[in-house]
């Protein structure tokens, strides 16, 4: 009998890490808060965007796509599923422990 390397059903394979990233996204919805950075981490680089609250994200977008590679972009507000696509997102809030709030 040959060796198989691999999975024998690589579609459901994908369909259960589908699934899996969905359910961690959906957990990660009920802990950011608005105000929060959130991190899109993609194959080649990260995309940002600011949590506002009820599942809305604003984020800065060109014709290129998320990249904004564009010499103009586009800041939108758009839903959180939209703009997650396959990424696992994180809240970084780098910022918050040398800048204070200036109201």
């Known amino acids: 009998m040959a060796n198989q390397s691999g999975?024998?059903?690589p579609g459901l394979v994908q369909h259960g890490e589908t699934l899996k990233r969905r359910i961690q996204n959906e957990a990660f919805l009920q802990q950011v808060k608005p105000g929060?950075?959130?991190e899109f981490p993609r194959k080649f680089y990260s995309h940002?965007?600011?949590y506002v609250g009820k599942g809305k994200v604003?984020?800065?977008t060109g014709d290129a796509g998320d990249m904004a590679l564009d010499e103009?972009?586009?800041v939108k507000l758009e839903d959180f599923w939209t703009v997650v696509g396959t990424s696992t997102p994180k809240i970084n809030n780098f910022l918050d422990?040398?800048?204070e709030l200036n109201m």
């Open 36 to 38: 929060d950075m959130i």
């Open 72 to 74: 103009a972009g586009t």
């Open 58 to 60: 604003i984020h800065l």
């Open 97 to 99: 422990a040398e800048m």
């Open 48 to 50: 940002w965007a600011i």
């Open 7 to 9: 999975p024998s059903n």
